[in-house]
């Protein structure tokens, strides 16, 4: 397993988020709008589609990571606002690791191809808590 980071969700307000994090922690933001993905307007508005897909702030050995989620995707609230990010080595360990985490939960994402990972799923296990299983593999994004 390659890392294990936390990743955090907002109604818009991700970049604004991210900036005050940038402000205590110092350190470098990455940044990619839901414009940058090259997948057409997915159905967002102009000004969803001018919001962060993802973002990350490296400190020091782990990533906090997080995005804006569109209103069509659903609603978020203090509390279940966040997500558990597990980088695997391998697509048989993701495919693992995600089966086990889904089973008697709910899957939000099946495994499947992504612009930045081989293989990338979301679930939420059977204890409420949401996890996001990623395999780069040879993926080079951002």
């Keep these: 397993m390659k890392s294990v980071n936390p990743y955090l969700n907002f109604n818009g307000n991700t ?3 991210f900036t005050f994090y ?6 470098e933001l990455q940044l990619v709008r839901f414009s940058d993905l090259g997948s057409g307007d997915m159905g967002l508005s102009a000004e969803e ?3 962060v897909a993802h973002i990350a702030l490296p400190l020091g050995d782990s990533v906090l990571m997080g995005s804006d989620v569109p209103e069509q995707m659903g609603t978020i609230s203090a509390g279940t606002n966040f ?3 597990v980088e ?3 697509a ?3 495919r693992r690791v995600f089966g086990g985490l889904s089973e008697s939960g709910e899957v939000t994402m ?3 191809k992504v612009e930045w990972a081989e293989l990338f799923g979301m679930c939420t296990d059977k204890y409420g808590i949401q996890w996001m299983i ?3 593999g040879d993926v080079e994004f951002g």
């Design 15 to 17: 970049e604004e988020v």
């Design 49 to 51: 589609q001018n919001g």
């Design 134 to 136: 990623g395999y780069t």
């Design 22 to 27: 940038q402000s205590v922690f110092g350190g």
């Design 83 to 85: 997500a558990v990010s």
């Design 110 to 112: 099946p495994p499947d």
């Design 92 to 94: 048989d360990e993701a």
């Design 88 to 90: 695997v080595d391998s």
